[in-house]
């Protein structure tokens, strides 16, 4: 059993709803975090302050995903077309990532975590390079939730990276290009590894999955909220995993009942 994130006495583990079927939790949730921006505007603060905030939803999700038993949680933190933000914004957001993890590795590492960061992390400020490194190897052989940080990610580049990869492989000889099955595809992913998602929930209302592990989330069910990322909570949390154990996921079969 996953053990919650520094825990305190003001924080002690929270126990798994009794709405919810402890044998029927997905092994693992993926998030898309919108709504930062919108969640500070309307409230008259700078965008700056909605990502604090996030961070702040993000820290209580990934606690209350290890406390709840869920095996794994991957966040998209930033992805490739982000860059394009103004240039203050996207300043201190690598800040941020790199206060932050700065900040909580040690609670990280006691509570047994086992973080990674996915994506094309060379084009990262070598200080949160070096700080992910660090974290990398810290975690690694823990045996809590595995707390993914899409960091730099597109899921389009990642899969160009996958096939450029096995090309290589192929034309050096290492393997037969008609051996390539999905499994060896997915050796190749930045999520080698790991299960797929089994639910992907985005918040803000927005119904698109934005370039976002286009690979691995093919048989995810999908929780969209209006809720903004800031305010995700635990009731937030709570009704997106009863409305995942809410559906039949057939995985394009049929059941007795279609």
């Known amino acids: 059993m996953s053990r919650a994130l520094a825990t305190t006495p003001s924080t002690p583990p929270q126990p798994l709803p009794s709405q919810l079927d402890g044998t029927r939790l997905p092994a693992h949730v993926a998030l898309i975090m919108d709504g930062n921006g919108r969640w500070a505007r309307q409230?008259?603060?700078?965008?700056?302050?909605?990502?604090?905030?996030?961070?702040?939803?993000?820290?209580?999700?990934?606690?209350?995903?290890?406390?709840?038993g869920i095996g794994a949680l991957t966040a998209y933190a930033f992805s490739t077309e982000n860059w394009t933000r103004p240039g203050e914004e996207v300043t201190f957001l690598?800040?941020?990532?790199?206060?932050?993890?700065?900040?909580?590795?040690?609670?990280?590492?006691?509570?047994?975590?086992?973080?990674?960061?996915l994506g094309d992390l060379e084009a990262l400020p070598s200080r949160l390079q070096d700080l992910i490194a660090a974290a990398t190897a810290r975690t690694a052989?823990?045996?809590?939730?595995?707390?993914?940080?899409?960091?730099?990610?597109?899921?389009?580049?990642?899969l160009v990276r996958a096939a450029r990869r096995l090309a290589q492989r192929a034309a050096a000889g290492e393997l037969d290009a008609a051996t390539i099955d999905e499994a060896l595809f997915a050796d190749e992913l930045f999520?080698?590894?790991?299960?797929?998602?089994?639910?992907l929930i985005r918040t803000s209302g927005e119904q698109r999955i934005s370039n976002f592990l286009l690979w691995q989330l093919a048989y995810a069910e999908l929780h969209i909220t209006e809720v903004l990322w800031?305010?995700?909570?635990?009731?937030?949390l709570l009704a997106a995993l009863?409305?995942?154990q809410g559906r039949t996921r057939r995985f394009g079969g049929i059941t007795a009942a279609s």
Not at 44 to 52: A, D, I, K, S, Y
């Open 191 to 199: 999520t080698a590894g790991e299960v797929d998602p089994d639910l």
């Open 141 to 158: 052989v823990n045996d809590g939730i595995h707390f993914n940080v899409c960091t730099n990610y597109g899921g389009r580049r990642e």
């Open 94 to 117: 690598m800040t941020l990532f790199e206060s932050v993890l700065a900040r909580e590795l040690e609670a990280l590492e006691r509570e047994q975590v086992r973080i990674r960061f």
């Open 230 to 236: 800031p305010d995700f909570d635990q009731a937030a």
């Open 43 to 68: 409230r008259g603060l700078p965008r700056v302050m909605g990502h604090r905030a996030g961070v702040e939803a993000l820290k209580r999700t990934l606690r209350l995903c290890s406390d709840w």
């Open 242 to 244: 009863l409305d995942y």
